[in-house]
């Protein structure tokens, strides 16, 4: 079936730095990719949709200068978090939609994210 | 708007048992359905779904049927294995390129 492969699995930076993750659809073509946070024991909370060519469309109360996304091919988005502090870490999942069956969405392993 | 209300866990069962997690949801129009499962330390995977009323979706052993006069998706399976330990969310998607709307998720302990 159609892989979505999302790197780093596991991140640990100090606080202040920037961290990249990138979500590759392996074997589709995406236009569209979203970005979820999950905290822990908790539901998928979705941050921002990614579309090839355009600006992201982030969810009320997510600060796009906070998490910078860039979706620059049709299998290819980062999620940049800039400035990382503690209250960041968390577990990032990304989905991609697949062009060729728009009611699928494929997801990521996710990236755990810890910052000291 | 769009909401999948499911089923607050943890549920605790043991191997062989039967298992329902109910999920309903409220949408505008004629959403498609689905079951992700979560096992530890990994991403969603897509268990099953239905994309109208009456379809049924199954996979793995479960299965779940499109409820559209009780607006419900219930996940069922006749006999868990340990190996179905995960966490299970159901989730919603309206039309076109709208994202997925997840309920909670339900954390499901099989105990030999």
């Known amino acids: 079936g159609a892989v979505v492969s999302q790197h780093p699995s596991w991140v640990i930076c100090k606080s202040g730095t920037s961290v990249k993750i990138e979500c590759r659809s392996l074997?589709?073509?995406?236009?569209?990719m979203f970005w979820y946070r999950q905290f822990p024991k908790q539901s998928l909370m979705l941050m921002a949709t990614s579309n090839e060519g355009s600006k992201a469309t982030y969810e009320q109360g997510v600060e796009k200068d906070k998490f910078l996304i860039n979706h620059a091919s049709l299998t290819l988005s980062t999620l940049t978090v800039t400035s990382a502090h503690p209250e960041d870490s968390s577990f990032y999942i990304c989905?991609?939609?697949?062009?060729?069956?728009?009611?699928?969405?494929?997801f990521g392993a996710g990236t755990r994210l810890s910052v000291l | 708007g769009n909401s999948v209300t499911q089923m607050e866990g943890p549920v605790t069962l043991s191997e062989e048992a039967f298992l329902t997690i109910n999920c309903t949801y409220t949408?505008?129009?004629?959403?498609?359905l689905f079951w992700y499962v979560q096992y530890p330390g990994e991403g969603l995977q897509l268990l099953l779904k239905?994309?109208?009323?009456?379809d049924k979706g199954s996979n793995k052993g479960f299965e779940a049927t499109y409820r559209k006069e009780t607006t419900s998706f219930h996940l069922e399976k006749g006999s868990v294995q340990v190996s179905d330990s995960a966490v299970y969310f159901c989730?919603?998607?309206?039309?076109?390129?709208?994202?997925?709307?997840f309920g909670k998720g339900t954390r499901l302990s099989v105990i030999a």
């Open positions: 989905s991609a939609r697949d062009n060729e069956a728009k009611n699928i969405q494929y």
């Open positions: 239905a994309t109208k009323a009456d």
């Open positions: 074997d589709f073509q995406a236009t569209t």
């Open positions: 989730a919603l998607e309206n039309s076109g390129n709208t994202p997925l709307v």
């Open positions: 949408a505008t129009g004629y959403p498609s």
